[in-house]
Nanobody, 125 residues
Framework: EVQLVESGGGLVQAGGSLRLSCAASGFRFDDYGIGWFRQAPGKEREGVSYISTSDDTIYYTESVKGRFTISRDNAKSTVYLQMNSLKPEDTAVYYC??????????????????WGQGTQVTVSS
């Protein structure tokens, strides 16, 4: 059974930090790029960050550059999203997703084969 399980969400004050984890099982993790997406109430889901199979390609959406860091540990089949200097506008449900290939558009959610259930991140002002 394919699973992506996010953890590490919670409530934090503005300026604080959280580290999200995405633990994968049931498929060849090393063959998949991993994206983090988020969806705030009333808003469309947006791509936050992406890491390729061998870490050589990493993307961030503009609003999180310099604050968020994505990494992966293939030995543990886990991807991390370190989130620092959090802002209230970062409040959302965060999802990780696995893509065998994203083509040239990591933000396109339709490129992703597997999705996690999401973890809530709430940043208070």
């Amino acid at each position: 059974e394919v699973q992506l399980v996010e953890s590490g969400g919670g409530l934090v004050q503005a300026g604080g930090s959280l580290r999200l984890s995405c633990a994968a099982s049931g498929f060849r993790f090393d063959d998949y790029g991993i994206g983090w997406f988020r969806q705030a109430p009333g808003k469309e889901r947006e791509g936050v960050s992406y890491i390729s199979t061998s870490d050589d390609t990493i993307y961030y959406t503009e609003s999180v550059k310099g604050r968020f860091t994505i990494s992966r540990d293939n030995a543990k089949s886990t991807v991390y999203l370190q989130m620092n200097s959090l802002k209230p506008e970062d409040t959302a449900v965060y999802y990780c997703a696995a893509a065998f290939t994203t083509g040239n558009n990591w933000r396109n959610s339709y490129r992703y084969n597997y999705w996690g259930q999401g973890t809530q991140v709430t940043v208070s002002s």
